[in-house]
């Protein structure tokens, strides 16, 4: 399982700060939403020039103008971007295009889907890398909301999925056991008062712990589109020194 | 009726240029989606500046964070923001919360919305200044699509709206008599070889030719919430010259 730290700052300069900080100890780095809408693609360029190995994930939540949308991000410098799962097929396949002509990857937020489980399959049909089970900010505050129901929609959907919302190392354990690709921990770690030892400590035993193999490949299997060639998005790792894996290539198409 | 150019580029430079030509002829300026994601809120106080007579629209397609993205938006200038009508009623309330305090209002966008009439119905409550009936860009590009089906729902749902998607020179006349409160052209502005002879020739006849009153107040209800203060939003707006409506003061809540 991969770790993701969701950066919902609003400065370029606090990103790159919180970026450096935890960067030997996740594998993906997201700009968050509103990081995005208040600084533009710069801050996406930015964050992939100090981090050219890590994978770089723009949180656009695209809702429409998909190719225009991921177009903008993956040239900015961006290897994977969101479309809302709310979003109609044709911006969906839109970002899918765009992600196929620069070798990226789009990931499908699940934010406000009704039936979680129905609309991942369909996205992976259409050609996202991996769907994102996701509770957001505002839904996580309200009563009611519980990361096991997120969990079992994963589980139950059998498709590649991120989980995103409550993600914390008294739930990261159970994040992995119901076979997330990826963690999304956002607060818990710049949240934390010391942001490097609290990714440090979300990273799970089992998936990037030094002592690891010394280089391996990860692909993340868009499933096969019936009209469409089969899309395998992988990128290879190597460990280097005492730190935790650094990826040393980015995404690319099998 | 009033005119918003939507202003769907990707440069704050290209925005500030078209909002040059069109201005005179146009009671709201949009920032698009993609024009926020590429430049951030930069664009919108660039924007407000250059014209702090209009209406600036922030079109933030917000999904999450409601609250926080809003207040970006206002704090950099914008009059108006959009969130989703997939998003979850806290999202909303947020966004209201946050357009209350600036003495600003919300629009919701109900693109991706499948039944648009209840939505509308139940984001008015909530504090929205009007919804948006909104087909986007991929939409309208979709074989089946009809802006009578929109306006349709505009006129059920019997709340203030306006109306994006299919707004042209062929098409504004059925807007208005749906009752919609504002139409939003895009393409058949930014897209004509002359945007300001479009953005003239869209401007309907009845609502700000010059001619009208010299002064007056333009509302927005925003239904009472059993929870909440009623919102009004007005401005007051003159006409100068020869020159099509210029609002002189921004929105305020009454
Ligand atoms: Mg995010
Ligand atoms: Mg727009």
């Given at each position: 399982m991969k770790l993701q730290v969701a950066?919902?700052?609003?400065t370029t300069d606090a990103a790159l700060e919180l970026a450096a900080k935890v960067a030997p100890y996740v594998d993906i780095i997201e700009l968050g939403t509103p990081l995005i809408k208040a600084e533009g693609m710069r801050a996406v360029t930015a964050v992939k020039a100090a981090h050219p190995d890590k994978t770089v994930f723009a949180d656009?939540?695209?809702?429409?103008a998909g190719e225009l949308e991921a177009d903008l991000a993956f040239t900015a410098g961006a290897d994977l971007v969101t479309v809302l799962g709310t979003a109609g097929d044709s911006t969906i396949i839109g970002a899918v295009a765009a992600a196929t002509k620069h070798g990226k990857g789009v990931v499908v937020d699940l934010?406000?889907?009704?039936?979680k489980v129905t609309r991942a399959r369909e996205v992976t049909e259409l050609g996202a890398v991996f769907v994102e089970m996701h509770a957001g900010l505002d839904e996580q505050a309200e009563?009611?909301?519980?990361?096991a129901t997120l969990l079992n929609q994963g589980e139950t959907a059998r498709v590649p999925f991120s989980l995103a919302g409550g993600v914390s190392v008294a739930t990261i354990a159970s994040v992995q056991r119901a076979g997330a690709r990826v963690a999304v921990a956002g607060g818990a770690i710049y949240g934390a008062e010391d942001p490097a030892a609290a990714a440090a400590a979300l990273?799970?035993?089992?998936?990037?712990?030094?002592?690891?193999?010394?280089s391996r490949q990860f692909c993340l299997n868009a499933k096969k589109h019936p009209r469409r060639k089969a899309r395998v998005l992988c990128r290879v790792e190597r460990v280097r020194g005492g730190q935790p894996s650094s990826s040393l290539a980015s995404w690319s198409t099998e």
């Open positions: 950066m919902d700052v609003v656009l939540k695209t809702m429409d934010i406000g889907v009704a039936d009563p009611g909301f519980s990361l990273r799970s035993p089992s998936s990037d712990a030094p002592g690891g193999p010394p």
